[in-house]
């Protein structure tokens, strides 16, 4: 006959639901009654094992000898179903005399959680030997940001406040810049340069000719313009 009261059963069920809710989807409670072994299973939340009400105990420790008023809960230990392995803790459920009477089973799958911390291990292995090259980027959100950018990294780099205090040498420099990043294949760069600067279409003709005849300062003087 049960020891299990219809009271103790549906704090023991509510509290089952409790924990699958708390946890998800990958873990389940099982409540066992030692009254009938053969039918053991009480109460289920959650669906791990695929087990149903009246499902036996689920090992013979369950009715050995060894399982008496001494045995201690089993707390945090492993089990494989399949190809899947589970984390359990069993709790036991105890009468007045500290025998027991029936067990609390809670199983969690980790198997995905696994497989993605090997994942996870894997990727941060290839973060750990890349380069120490850290290059910034402003992420343009079309071609014509690309100049704009080339444009204000350059007078970033170069400390000048604005286009308006550039000198010739410098303006020479951006030219070059923008002529080495291939900017001036995007249409509408001269248009776009020339506004920027505030001169003809014209000026900005000559900085590119002045350049192809080897006016340009030198390469050292001219600072990279990170786009």
């Given amino acids: 006959m049960s020891k299990l009261t219809p009271q103790l059963l549906d704090i023991l069920k509510r509290l089952a639901e409790g924990i699958v809710a708390i946890v998800g989807p990958t873990c389940e409670v099982v409540v066992h009654d ?6 053991s299973v009480v109460v289920v ?3 791990v094992t695929g087990r149903k009400t009246g499902a036996p105990v689920p ?3 369950f009715t050995s000898e060894e399982l008496n008023r001494e045995t201690p809960d089993q707390i945090n230990y492993r089990t494989r179903l399949g190809d899947r392995e589970l984390q359990n803790s069993t709790i036991w459920i105890r009468d007045e005399t500290g025998e027991p009477i029936g067990a609390v089973c809670i199983m969690v799958d980790y198997t995905d959680l696994r497989q993605m911390r ?3 291990e894997k990727l941060s292995t290839a973060l750990a030997t890349s380069s120490d090259m850290i290059v910034s980027d402003t992420f343009a959100r079309d071609t014509a940001d690309l100049l704009d950018h080339a444009v204000s990294g350059f ?3 170069r400390h000048i406040p604005d286009i308006e205090a550039m000198s010739y040498e410098e303006k020479l420099c951006l030219i070059k810049t923008v002529e080495e990043r291939g900017l001036f294949k995007i249409r509408g ?3 776009r340069l ?3 600067l505030n001169v003809s279409r014209a000026s900005i003709y000559n900085y590119r000719a002045s350049l192809k005849n080897g ?5 050292g003087d001219c600072l990279d313009a990170r786009l």
Avoid: I, K, T
């Fill in 34 to 39: 030692f009254a009938d072994l053969e039918h």
């Fill in 45 to 47: 939340a959650g669906n």
């Fill in 215 to 219: 006016d340009a300062p030198d390469s």
């Fill in 155 to 157: 007078l970033r780099q």
């Fill in 189 to 191: 760069a001269v248009n």
């Fill in 59 to 61: 090992d013979l420790f």
């Fill in 118 to 120: 090997g994942l996870v």
């Fill in 194 to 196: 020339a506004d920027m």
